[in-house]
């Protein structure tokens, strides 16, 4: 069993950058697939990025060319990199290993003015 812990959250203004880090209790080597999801006020949660054990990177269209997940086999850990956020971008942002699907506690990131 493997235990997540997303850091890095936090409130930003709009055109802004933040990393997100979730580290893992023990080896990620073995999933295949690391993600990040997030889950904004009353809606459900969403897929943000994928990153697969092939190498292959994928990202929600709302996402893409501004976030870049990359994860650390060595320190076992899963990043998001964030840049340019909009409003539309604030929620409970949550990283996922699999399968067997694993969760974090989630990470508050807002974005305003």
């Known amino acids: 069993q493997v235990q997540l812990v997303e850091s890095g959250g936090g409130l930003v203004q709009p055109g802004g950058s933040l990393r997100l880090s979730c580290a893992a209790s023990?080896?990620?080597?073995?999933?295949?697939?690391v993600a990040w999801y997030r889950q904004a006020p009353g809606k459900a949660r969403e897929w943000v990025a994928v990153?697969?054990?092939?190498?292959?990177?994928t990202y929600a269209d709302s996402v893409k060319g501004r976030f870049t997940i990359s994860r650390d086999y060595a320190e076992n850990t899963i990043s998001l990199q964030m840049n340019n956020l909009e409003p539309e971008d604030t929620g409970v942002y949550y990283c996922?290993?699999?399968?067997?699907?694993?969760w974090g506690q989630g990470t508050q990131v807002t974005v305003s003015s």
């Open positions: 996922n290993v699999g399968p067997p699907n694993y």
């Open positions: 990153s697969r054990s092939g190498g292959t990177t």
């Open positions: 023990g080896s990620i080597l073995s999933f295949y697939s």
